[in-house]
């Protein structure tokens, strides 16, 4: 099968499992929505660790993601559909101011710079409190969907599925970039700069629109959060954050767009499980998982997904 | 043969710790022409490539091509002129398959900021006929970094030709190849370059490919052109026999 019809269905088969994981499982419903909303950062992060680059600073697109639907449904317009285009719109224009500069850099250059840009956002959102509430942080309210009223008991089913219905649209385009000649680039980025730049073409504008495509899904990932949480406090835009969406990345593979969402589901449940069984140490779980998959599955689940495959199919 | 002057450079100098790489280069290529710089290790051979297509700055003197300066021109912007490079070591997009490699290269020729697919029909068909011509289509779907020296050297001149240059400045397109190989890549390649009437300047090594493929061949010694004809009247000269062919 080739790799493209491959995409295709394994889009599509996550998509069914999605819609109906919670209606025999209704308990899962927050943290599938939370794996999404991670997801879509981890999809952000995929883009760039195909660049050869990562980021220690995405958190400061998730957070102003978070935020901008925070102010909007508070001071222009408490619907879903718009706060979602606002926060991403304003990530977008984030990172494109922020990319100017970002995109010079390479590796850990880049990964600190990213860094240093989060912990100035995190520090300003703490500090502004008038605007931004400071450590106790904004309430969100959200109402409405495209016009219509959202009943306040169905809430969280309709920001579930209209999650998941993005999920699909936001797959779907990721794969179609990560097949044309700029998502290729990425790659020939990471091996081979100089042969890009005697192409023709800007090393550093294949970064830079990486960056930004990045960024937007990182703050689509934050309106998420916050529609889903209610609430919006500075720590979203906090470093450990940036690392969990490097660690979400990483575990599930950048083969395949699919392994950002497999990832976050499974960053979510390895989380919930570790925080209900052993409510001190889940970090240490989580830590001892990333070293395991480090060491013995470095292409993240969608690798070891692959190898299986594979030798079933050497077997046959 | 063509007269018109495709690149001109005029007293190009630059210097590296006090070694003169080129040290008032006047040269002309004219359309067309296949010719090849010769010369010992650390004339400047490689210095002259870099400096035609933006990697080295001359500290005096420019390269014209066609009407444009190139001297304060980045590669990227001497690339999009219309020349193209290859390398000693080849440049290639290692986690990529060959023809994922020329279909970039294709992409970078025609429509790049596209989201349309990397694997189209037309531009997968201009990969295919070029891998054909290099009889490289066994090879097509394999990840180039794995495969051997000689393959990559192909694909990176193969990459070149997809951009369609009007010059291709090639170094040492036959080293590190077995000397069967390097006939049937300037076999393979000499055709190509007549057939689409590109201009082609080597770096070489190797007189007898020089004196077979070339149409003219420019002796480089010490940052300088010291003897510039037709190989049959080069190879001739004394003083290059037993200064720079003795040596090469």
């Not at chain 1, 977008?92 to 995109?103: N, Q």
């Not at chain 1, 990345?249 to 570790?274: C, P, Q, W």
């Not at chain 2, 697919?117 to 054909?132: G, K, V």
């Amino acid at each position: 099968m080739k790799r493209r019809s491959i995409t295709a269905l394994a889009i599509a088969l996550s998509l069914v499992a999605l819609a109906l994981a919670p209606q025999f499982q209704p308990v899962l419903r927050p943290l599938l929505l939370m794996a999404m909303a991670v997801s879509f950062c981890a999809l952000g992060l995929l883009i760039l660790l195909r660049a050869g680059q990562v980021s220690f600073g995405h958190a400061l697109y998730f957070a102003c993601g978070a935020y901008t639907v925070a102010f909007g449904a508070r001071h222009v317009n408490a619907d879903m559909l718009t706060v979602t285009i606002m926060a991403v719109v304003c990530g977008t224009l984030l990172s494109m101011a922020l990319g100017v500069l970002l995109s010079r850099y390479r590796d850990i250059f880049y990964a600190m710079l990213n860094l240093a840009f989060s912990m100035v956002g995190y520090t300003l959102l703490l500090k502004l409190y008038e605007l931004t509430g400071g450590s106790d942080g904004i309430s969100v309210q959200v109402t409405h969907l495209a016009g219509a009223e959202i009943d306040a008991q169905r809430f969280g089913w309709t920001l579930y599925y209209y999650t998941v219905a993005l999920m699909g649209v936001v797959l779907l385009l990721i794969a179609r970039y990560l097949n044309s000649p700029p998502g290729q680039a990425l790659a020939a980025l990471k091996t081979n700069e100089t042969r890009l730049e005697y192409l023709g073409i800007s090393g550093r504008l294949v970064l830079y629109t990486g960056h930004v495509v990045s960024a937007a899904l990182a703050s689509l990932g934050g309106a998420i959060a916050a529609m889903a949480t209610g609430h919006v406090t500075p720590e979203m835009a906090y470093w450990s954050r940036s690392a969990e969406f490097v660690f979400v990345a990483i575990l599930g593979g950048i083969g395949n767009v699919v392994g950002a969402l497999a990832g976050a589901l499974s960053f979510e449940l390895i989380r919930t499980t570790a925080s209900a069984y052993a409510a001190n140490s889940w970090q240490l779980i989580l830590g001892m998982v990333l070293v395991l998959i480090v060491l013995f599955a470095p292409k993240g689940l969608h690798g070891m997904v692959q190898q299986i495959f594979r030798r079933n199919g050497d077997a046959q | 043969m063509n007269e018109e002057i495709v690149l001109h450079s005029s007293d190009l100098h630059v210097e590296f710790g006090g070694v003169k790489a080129a040290n008032g280069v006047d040269l002309k290529l004219r359309r067309g022409q296949l010719a090849s710089i010769i010369g010992p290790n650390g004339s400047g051979k490689t210095t002259f490539l870099n400096l035609c297509t933006g990697y080295v700055r001359p500290t005096r003197g420019s390269v014209v091509f066609g009407n444009t300066d190139l001297t304060r021109l980045t590669p990227r912007a001497i690339t999009r002129l219309g020349i193209a490079r290859t390398f000693q070591l080849p440049q290639v997009f290692s986690q990529h398959t060959v023809l994922e490699n020329l279909l970039i290269a294709l992409a970078a020729r025609d429509r790049f900021w596209t989201m349309a697919r990397l694997h189209r029909d037309a531009p997968r068909r201009e990969a295919e006929e070029l891998l054909q011509i290099f009889d490289l289509s066994d090879v097509a779907g394999r990840e180039i970094g794995r495969l051997p020296e000689g393959i990559r050297k192909l694909v990176d001149i193969a990459i070149a030709l997809a951009l369609a240059p009007s010059l291709l400045l090639m170094d040492e397109p036959t080293s590190g190849v077995s000397s069967q190989e390097k006939f049937e890549i300037m076999d393979m390649l000499v055709p190509i370059l007549k057939e689409r009437g590109i201009t082609a300047l080597l770096v070489e090594h190797d007189m007898e490919l020089v004196e077979r493929y070339m149409d003219r061949v420019i002796v480089w010694t010490a940052g300088q052109v010291v003897a510039d004809g037709p190989p049959s009247e080069i190879m001739r000269k004394e003083e290059v026999l037993r200064n720079v062919i003795g040596d090469v």
